[in-house]
């Protein structure tokens, strides 16, 4: 009965290792894959199947998971390397190049170490590249560069299952020297600049002060031109009112001396400005021509009187018949 009951006792303790080791090969088998990452499983060695995101139960003592990868985009630091331009100048050029595992298979049996191999080679190609450029073009041409770099990279990697998405220069770095000389060449670049603008000021200036004085000119003369124009104007209107005046002012002379009384009239006028114009005369002057007849008035007013009426009745344009009267005389001879 003793041995019975130890003989159960194993069995018992036998069937309790025996499910234990089973639940622990069960859990140790069973696999939750995250997104975006891929397992690889090898079974007996071999390539067998790619785990993608989920939940994935191994094969106990069979299968195992000999890779992992992450699908994600990633960044990937190219250290700085040392390159020589076209023109013999050492340059040191870092960049970062961007990447991702499109295809885990050939990720993992395609090459051994794709990080790596994916530095070395951008490194190549950036040297490649730079050795076809001057040095002034480095600066310029960074965009394709970076396209150079891309497709060249891009293309080596397509076997290893790797995608280049991007690769961008982080720094270029010329020599101590050649940083010095560069910085001379723009300074002396910013002062000839400077001059031209200084230059094209003084152009500008020169010219608006020029055209300045010109309109000013022009100006000055159409204001002259519009002044003589109105002051001839105003002459033209003062010699037509004046020349109106005086036609008006002969018309009514002339009708004065038709009405009753207008011939006593006009000789006693021109008695009285006989008598004032010799009185001004004598005057003004030392030395006068005077008729020999001073007080033989009445012959100078008939012979006026004479030429008034026939002026009224010739018209204009004829000379006057006027009858002359004259006394000789030692101090000289008037005509009336």
């Given at each position: 009965?003793?041995?019975?009951?130890?003989?159960?006792?194993?069995?018992?303790?036998?069937?309790?290792?025996?499910?234990?080791?089973?639940?622990?090969?069960?859990?140790?088998?069973?696999?939750?894959?995250?997104?975006?990452?891929?397992?690889?499983?090898?079974?007996?060695?071999k390539y067998h199947i790619t785990f993608n995101a989920g939940l994935h139960i191994l094969v106990p003592l069979i299968d195992s998971i000999a890779y992992k990868h992450s699908m994600k985009e990633f960044a990937l630091d190219v250290p700085p390397q040392n390159?020589?331009?076209?023109?013999?100048?050492?340059?040191?050029?870092?960049?970062?190049?961007?990447?991702?595992?499109?295809?885990?298979?050939?990720?993992?049996?395609?090459?051994?170490?794709?990080?790596?191999?994916?530095?070395?080679?951008?490194?190549?190609?950036?040297?490649?590249?730079?050795?076809?450029?001057?040095?002034?073009?480095?600066?310029?041409?960074?965009?394709?560069?970076?396209?150079?770099?891309?497709?060249?990279?891009?293309?080596?990697?397509?076997?290893?299952?790797?995608?280049?998405?991007?690769?961008?220069?982080?720094?270029?770095?010329?020599?101590?020297?050649?940083?010095?000389?560069?910085?001379?060449?723009?300074?002396?670049?910013?002062?000839?600049?400077?001059?031209?603008?200084?230059?094209?000021?003084?152009?500008?200036?020169?010219?608006?002060?020029?055209?300045?004085?010109?309109?000013?000119?022009?100006?000055?003369?159409?204001?002259?031109?519009?002044?003589?124009?109105?002051?001839?104007?105003?002459?033209?209107?003062?010699?037509?009112?004046?020349?109106?005046?005086?036609?008006?002012?002969?018309?009514?002379?002339?009708?004065?001396?038709?009405?009753?009384?207008?011939?006593?009239?006009?000789?006693?006028?021109?008695?009285?400005?006989?008598?004032?114009?010799?009185?001004?005369?004598?005057?003004?002057?030392?030395?006068?021509?005077?008729?020999?007849?001073?007080?033989?008035?009445?012959?100078?007013?008939?012979?006026?009187?004479?030429?008034?009426?026939?002026?009224?009745?010739?018209?204009?344009?004829?000379?006057?018949?006027?009858?002359?009267?004259?006394?000789?005389?030692?101090?000289?001879?008037?005509?009336?």
């Amino acid at each position: 009965m003793g041995n019975f009951i130890i003989a159960q006792i194993f069995n018992n303790i036998w069937v309790i290792a025996i499910v234990f080791f089973s639940m622990w090969l069960i859990l140790t088998h069973i696999r939750v894959v995250p997104q975006q990452t891929a397992f690889i499983v090898e079974r007996l060695g071999k390539y067998h199947i790619t785990f993608n995101a989920g939940l994935h139960i191994l094969v106990p003592l069979i299968d195992s998971i000999a890779y992992k990868h992450s699908m994600k985009e990633f960044a990937l630091d190219v250290p700085p390397q040392n390159c020589i331009t076209q023109d013999n100048v050492g340059i040191e050029v870092d960049g970062i190049l961007y990447m991702r595992v499109i295809d885990a298979v050939k990720a993992s049996y395609g090459i051994q170490d794709y990080i790596f191999a994916s530095k070395q080679l951008a490194q190549t190609t950036m040297r490649s590249v730079i050795g076809t450029m001057p040095l002034d073009k480095t600066f310029e041409e960074r965009e394709n560069i970076n396209h150079k770099v891309i497709t060249a990279v891009d293309l080596a990697t397509d076997p290893w299952g790797i995608k280049v998405t991007r690769y961008e220069i982080r720094a270029i770095t010329p020599p101590k020297s050649i940083q010095d000389a560069m910085e001379k060449e723009m300074r002396a670049e910013r002062e000839k600049r400077a001059l031209i603008a200084e230059s094209l000021g003084r152009k500008e200036a020169q010219i608006n002060a020029a055209q300045g004085e010109r309109e000013q000119l022009i100006q000055e003369s159409e204001g002259e031109r519009q002044r003589r124009i109105n002051e001839a104007d105003g002459k033209a209107y003062e010699i037509r009112t004046m020349a109106e005046a005086t036609a008006l002012g002969i018309r009514t002379v002339a009708e004065a001396i038709n009405s009753p009384g207008g011939k006593d009239a006009v000789s006693l006028r021109v008695a009285e400005q006989y008598v004032q114009e010799f009185g001004k005369l004598a005057k003004e002057n030392n030395t006068m021509i005077i008729p020999s007849n001073l007080a033989d008035i009445s012959s100078f007013i008939a012979a006026a009187t004479a030429a008034i009426e026939w002026k009224q009745k010739a018209g204009p344009g004829e000379p006057p018949n006027i009858p002359q009267k004259g006394t000789n005389s030692t101090s000289g001879k008037f005509y009336a």
